[in-house]
């Protein structure tokens, strides 16, 4: 691996070059809150070119849905609230027909 000057590195992602595999496996290397001080000052950079120089003023969001088409599980996470047994009266498996109208309300939803 080629050992890059911390600064040039530092630069090089500043400018918003691409950077390879060794360079990132370099930069992952940083103390964290050197890497995390570059990343921010890299992402205040997109976000001021970004949206015509207005980035900073906008906000975007994402519309998500997780269809949990069952809550039958055979691992038994010790962590887990969510999973149910075949045996539990509240157990459920989605028909296709059922994933399908959740399917129809994310797409009325947008």
Do not use: W
């Not at 000052?41 to 970004?50: D, F, Q």
């Not at 039958?72 to 296709?96: G, I, M, P, Q, W």
Request: with cysteine; net charge negative; glycine share 6%.
């Amino acid at each position: 691996m080629v050992s890059l000057n911390r600064d040039t590195l530092s630069n090089k992602v500043l400018e918003g070059e691409r950077i390879s595999s060794d360079e990132a496996i370099e930069l992952y290397s940083l103390p964290l809150e050197e890497l995390g001080a570059l990343a921010d000052v890299r992402r205040n950079l997109a976000k001021e070119k970004s949206y015509g120089g207005r980035g900073r003023e906008i906000v975007t969001y994402i519309a998500d849905r997780n269809i949990n088409y069952t809550n039958v599980c055979n691992v038994y996470c010790k962590f887990c609230a969510f999973y149910r047994t075949e045996r539990d009266e509240d157990h459920y498996v989605l028909s296709l027909a059922q994933i399908d109208q959740k399917l129809d309300e994310l797409t009325a939803a947008g």
